[in-house]
């Protein structure tokens, strides 16, 4: 134990950095690596950089963007570059690590909405640079174009038709709801919105190429992550799939219901939307992680725990 405690007392006197004989903080005592002083490489300088590997038809970064909202331009981002800031750093996001990508509550090993997620964004950055289309701009969509799924995979959409008249598909929700308050640029938000094979096609070709990474991506992982040999046969209708749906299908019907009919147990941010009642109770239902969401159900619904998908349970 006093070799640990000396070894995080020794890690904490290292927060103020280590200060060089030319009066400069470092990283470490010994840093000394250095890069010729010039003029910061802003966002016009990366505009003009950007331009010059950009192919004809392929999307460029101008000043501030296309937002909603009309704002300041960014002395050293580009449009592009600030939407994939705003995604990596918001809620919806980071809710995606408790999100399932194809069995709910997975194990250590497989995949997440969020690890998906990173997934598809290093196959459209891949593919993105190859072509001479806008890696940025492809970065930031991929990284947001699963924000908008609930919990317990595809099975939300079919629980959560129920209660919204144009249908809950997770591409447009995202773009719309769980990543409206980013105030994203136009043709992220198209790019998050269309990004379903099921879609309209994208406005653009970073959209198309986001799209073709989701299926790359989740074609190889969750054959992977399921060990067998046909995805639709073997791992999205096999009845252990089939009675998880059931089982979320029934539990996000629960929750929408108990919610609406207690409006004050949900948090006052989503009440203060424009949205109807109904939206706003789904939008918070919908944002939930799987273990949250099967918290809830056993707490507020009396939910059997023996009827939990396997690995849930655990924590509440």
Not at 97 to 102: C, D, L, P
């Amino acid at each position: 134990m006093s070799e640990v405690g000396e070894r995080a007392r020794a890690w904490a006197l290292t927060m103020a950095g280590h200060r060089g004989v030319d009066d400069v903080v470092h990283a470490h005592p010994s840093g000394g690596v250095r890069i010729e002083a010039g003029e910061v490489v802003g966002r016009e300088i990366r505009e003009e950089r950007e331009n010059l590997l950009l192919r004809p038809g392929a999307t460029s970064a101008h000043g501030a963007g296309n937002r909603a909202i009309p704002e300041e331009l960014d002395p050293e981002r580009t449009c592009f570059e600030r939407d994939r800031d705003r995604i990596v750093h918001s809620t919806s996001f980071r809710r995606l690590a408790g999100k399932t990508q194809v069995v709910v509550h997975p194990t250590d090993h497989q995949r997440t909405r969020l690890t998906h997620a990173l997934e598809v964004a290093q196959v459209a950055r891949s593919i993105a640079a190859g072509i001479g289309a806008n890696v940025t701009l492809a970065d930031a969509m991929a990284l947001g174009h699963d924000c908008g799924h609930g919990p317990g995979g595809h099975a939300s959409e079919q629980a959560f038709d129920a209660f919204i008249p144009e249908g809950f598909d997770h591409g447009p929700w995202g773009a719309d709801v769980s990543l409206a308050s980013l105030n994203l640029c136009a043709e992220t938000l198209d790019g998050v919105r269309n990004h379903s094979w099921s879609r309209p096609a994208p406005s653009t070709v970073e959209g198309e190429v986001v799209s073709f990474a989701d299926r790359i991506a989740y074609c190889a992982h969750d054959l992977e992550d399921a060990l067998r040999a046909f995805n639709y046969e073997r791992i999205y209708t096999r009845p252990e799939s089939l009675g998880q749906s059931e089982a979320v299908i029934e539990v996000l019907h629960g929750l929408v219901a108990y919610y609406q009919g207690h409006i004050d147990d949900v948090p006052a941010e989503f009440l203060e939307t424009d949205a109807d009642r109904i939206h706003q109770v789904v939008a918070y239902v919908g944002g939930m992680t799987d273990q949250f969401a099967f918290s809830r159900a056993t707490q507020l619904l009396g939910w059997d725990r023996s009827r939990l998908p396997k690995g849930m349970g655990r924590g509440f």
